[in-house]
């Protein structure tokens, strides 16, 4: 195997897992919903046909049991696979970020994460003393839980009049401050949020992460591509250290690097929005050199369309990856692998903003790989340990290998 291009599909999940009333989430669906919502808003079909020739109707089917509300399927035109499809249900205590990419990287997060629980008033008095003293200034604004576009049109004019920063966080394990990019400072931001995170060790919060925004009256604040996550080391090696450990290549495109603490990362590129990452991939199949891992987080798909529960936008954003796949495939060299993957599910459809724990879909295409059907994964880290193999690197601890399916040698 030459090269892998990894494409996470943040926040597509498709259906509820088994686990999934422990989480509130039975009857979340993020792919089955969104496709039915954006139908009857556009009074229009979903059309996505080459994520169909991928085996994404196929894997959905099989996670769910349902056809997929989409026109290859309502026209009974559903093309025959180009690439081997499976589901992967999580076995991480959380349905966060970094446990979804931990995991597909051979590496599953099985303690639990702290949380700040209450929805007001949710972070310990000491903490916000201790970074108001270190941090330099004199308060914060919001301290709960809230959707990160909707606490900038909320507290985005008191900020710039007081200069406090808008502290606040989720269900997830994170610690976020929010801050006008001009008035505010980003490098001043930054540090704030360094502090943050070594002030958060003792209540093992996952991440903090940093939201800078600009504009100049609340209808018109827009986060900015500036956006930083700092997280906790990953508890052992994922397979990206294993990669560079062995002399191979680790390029990271979006917010991996931050998602992995930089660790196993050989070169990064930030892009903004799904054009720009996705352009930035698609240069990689021209500079990157064999041995490499080109991995790439499309965080579009969860920030701007389901946190922000919008299942037309998040349709439409399919149907644009959609029109990059065939030349992007048509570009790959011969002995390259593209997988295409998620993290978590994220339904526009669901009540509250969070994520929804569903199973992944784990698509695999190579020209010179097998296409068939892999089934049910019992873990996301069966990516992992798959592409351990692909590689020749060491094995990982957690998963089970589903090249040599794959490979026709």
Not at 195 to 210: D, F, S
Request: with cysteine; aromatic share 8%; net charge negative.
């Amino acid at each position: 195997m030459s090269r892998v291009f990894i494409f996470v599909i943040d926040s597509l999940g498709l259906g509820e897992t088994p686990d999934a009333a422990d989480f509130g989430d039975v009857g979340a669906d993020t792919l089955g919903n969104l496709a039915k919502a954006f139908a009857d808003k556009q009074q229009r079909p979903l059309s996505i046909p080459n994520l169909c020739r991928m085996g994404m109707a196929h894997a959905y089917q099989g996670a769910t049991g349902k056809q997929l509300h989409c026109k290859e399927v309502l026209e009974n035109n559903l093309p025959t696979p180009i690439a081997s499809y499976s589901y992967a249900k999580e076995i991480s205590t959380g349905k966060d970020t970094p446990s979804g990419h931990w995991e597909m990287m051979g590496v599953p997060v099985l303690f639990d994460w702290g949380y700040f629980g209450k929805q007001a008033n949710c972070f310990p008095e000491e903490l916000l003393a201790r970074l108001y003293k270190e941090g330099g200034i004199e308060g914060s604004l919001c301290n709960g839980h809230a959707s990160g576009t909707e606490v900038i049109a909320k507290f985005g004019d008191e900020h710039i009049k007081t200069g406090l920063p808008i502290i606040y966080t989720s269900s997830d394990s994170v610690f976020q401050i929010a801050a006008h990019e001009d008035h505010f400072g980003l490098d001043r931001l930054l540090k704030l949020c360094h502090l943050a995170r070594e002030i958060l060790e003792p209540y093992n919060i996952g991440r903090v992460i940093a939201r800078p925004f600009v504009g100049d009256a609340s209808d018109n604040y827009v986060r900015t591509g500036n956006r930083r996550d700092l997280s906790v080391l990953p508890p052992n090696k994922t397979l990206l250290e294993k990669m560079t450990d062995s002399g191979g290549k680790v390029v990271s495109i979006g917010k991996i690097a931050d998602i992995f603490a930089q660790q196993g990362i050989s070169e990064k590129f930030k892009a903004t929005g799904l054009e720009e990452l996705i352009d930035t991939a698609e240069q990689q199949l021209v500079d990157a050199p064999d041995n490499t891992i080109v991995f790439t987080n499309l965080v579009d798909f969860d920030s701007h369309y389901g946190h922000r529960r919008d299942p037309v936008g998040y349709a439409l954003a399919l149907e644009y990856l959609d029109g990059r796949l065939a030349p992007f495939i048509d570009k790959m060299s011969d002995d390259d692998m593209l997988i295409l993957t998620a993290d978590h599910g994220c339904d526009p459809t669901w009540p509250g903003s969070d994520h929804t724990r569903e199973y992944i879909p784990i698509l695999c295409y190579g020209s010179k790989l097998k296409a068939q059907d892999l089934g049910e994964r019992d873990t996301f880290a069966d990516l992992g340990q798959s592409l351990a193999d692909a590689l020749n690197l060491p094995a990982m601890d957690y998963g089970t290998s589903f090249y040599q399916n794959l490979s026709s040698h």
